[in-house]
């Protein structure tokens, strides 16, 4: 029985160490799915801290598994774009890529920025590019140009330098968008010149409503179009254009433009600013030559009524000129402003010729004739102000103006005549032969006046 008990004791504790044995090795088994339960259930609050970018990926991730597939990524975009969106806040629409002629037309004004930032291969490229364009354009579907993004890149490039045959020969297709037809037209009839009701209707445009590109450009051609008898609304047009497309070939050519405007009225100020602003952006542009030609041209035009305290705002721009270009300008300036009484101004840019012109040159010549035509009223200086001027080496347009400042010193600085304080010298010495010979001529005028007015009387009765 004893012997039993022990037996039975003994199975017991091996059930028992079994047991606990089985735990140790099944409790890792039964535990560890939980714990990546877990961890799985909080990976979602760690990503949510990241950036918007990230979640989105982590998020692409987790939904595709190993398939990764592209569709699930795209399905989860959308959620990581409306994080943190308030409730009841819309979601952005998605933007739009841009089609076909916008991409030709938008890579046809990078090539643009080049050219005005003084790349000469951007320029050579520029009239390859503008055909390639148009030949891109009329091999494109007709219902192309039903859509009116479409129709307005066609009216852009018309504008910014498209013929208005590629304009015509689309709008024959008779698929051009209802709304958008009227802009193509007026864009054909403004290429043209022709002056009809499709042309004025671009004036009723208002550019800060289209689209920014072709606002600007609307601008543009506006101010173009108003010019001839609006002057102010022009300029106006042209501020405009240049906030619309600040640096660009547009906004050079609507600076251009302007400075021409300013100079035709008395806003010297605005004149000098934008000048300034010029050539300071856009001295290495193609057209800089073009500009410096209409500045002069301007100048020889305001130099009749500028200031020498205005002129200061123009002197960086004209220190960066050569010194043939400046002795040029000083001349011309100095020669009008003379001619036009502007003394002060005259007798500054003169004596800033002189400084310039090398000795014994003609210009030299000239800039001593404008001095001395500047000063030629001042009663403080002497008559010897044409000291050193030879007339005859002065250009012919100039001799006229050496002969009359020649006439006005010599008026002003001549001698002063003696005064009469009594008889001639001579008088009362004259011979009595000669005395009775002017009595006897004297009584014979009488004589004959008498003989008339009785001639007179016996008439009358």
Not at 116 to 124: E, L, N, R, S
């Amino acid at each position: 029985m004893k012997r039993a008990r022990l037996i039975i004791g003994a199975g017991a504790l091996g059930l028992v160490g079994l047991g606990v044995l089985g735990w140790l090795v099944v409790r890792p088994m039964v535990t560890k799915p939980q714990a990546a339960a877990a961890e799985t259930s909080t990976a979602p609050v760690v990503a949510a801290s990241e950036p918007a970018p990230a979640r989105a990926s982590v998020a692409a991730v987790g939904a595709s598994g190993a398939t990764g597939k592209p569709e699930s990524a795209k399905a989860s975009e959308p959620l990581a774009k409306d994080a943190g969106r308030e409730p009841g806040e819309p979601t952005a629409a998605p933007s739009m890529a841009p089609s076909e002629p916008e991409q030709l037309v938008r890579g046809l004004q990078d090539l643009e920025e080049r050219v005005a930032a003084g790349d000469p291969g951007a320029y050579a490229e520029m009239p390859r590019r503008i055909r390639s364009t148009a030949s891109r354009f009329l091999a494109l579907p007709r219902e192309t140009w039903a859509e009116k993004r479409n129709a307005r890149a066609l009216a852009l490039f018309l504008l910014s330098g498209g013929s208005s045959a590629l304009g015509r020969k689309i709008y024959a297709l008779h698929t051009v968008v209802a709304s958008e037809e009227g802009l193509v037209k007026g864009a054909i009839a403004y290429l043209d010149g022709i002056d009809c009701a499709e042309r004025d209707a671009l004036l009723n445009l208002d550019p800060r409503a289209l689209d920014v590109a072709l606002g600007a450009q609307m601008a543009f051609v506006q101010s173009i179009l108003m010019a001839n008898y609006d002057r102010a609304k022009a300029i106006a047009r042209l501020d405009l254009t240049r906030l619309l497309a600040p640096g660009g070939l547009l906004e050079e050519a609507a600076l251009r433009r302007e400075v021409g405007l300013l100079s035709e009225t008395a806003q010297f100020d605005k004149f000098a600013e934008l000048s300034g602003q010029y050539w300071s952006r856009f001295r290495r542009s193609p057209y800089a030559g073009n500009f410096l030609r209409q500045f002069v041209a301007a100048l020889a035009r305001e130099s009749a009524r500028i200031k020498v305290e205005q002129w200061a705002q123009l002197d960086e721009l004209i220190d960066s000129l050569s010194v043939e270009q400046r002795r040029a300008l000083y001349l011309v300036m100095a020669h009008n402003a003379a001619i036009a009484s502007n003394s002060a101004f005259a007798d500054l840019a003169a004596r800033r010729a002189l400084a310039l012109a090398p000795p014994d040159g003609v210009d030299l010549q000239r800039a001593l004739l404008y001095r001395a035509a500047a000063n030629v009223a001042d009663p403080t200086l002497n008559g010897d102000l044409l000291h050193g001027v030879d007339r005859a080496k002065l250009p012919m347009g100039d001799q006229p103006l050496f002969d009359a400042v020649s006439r006005v010193l010599a008026g002003i600085h001549r001698a002063p005549e003696q005064e009469f304080s009594g008889p001639p010298p001579g008088a009362g010495d004259l011979s009595g032969g000669e005395f009775a010979r002017t009595e006897a001529d004297l009584r014979e005028a009488d004589a004959t006046l008498a003989a008339a007015q009785k001639s007179m009387e016996a008439n009358k009765r």
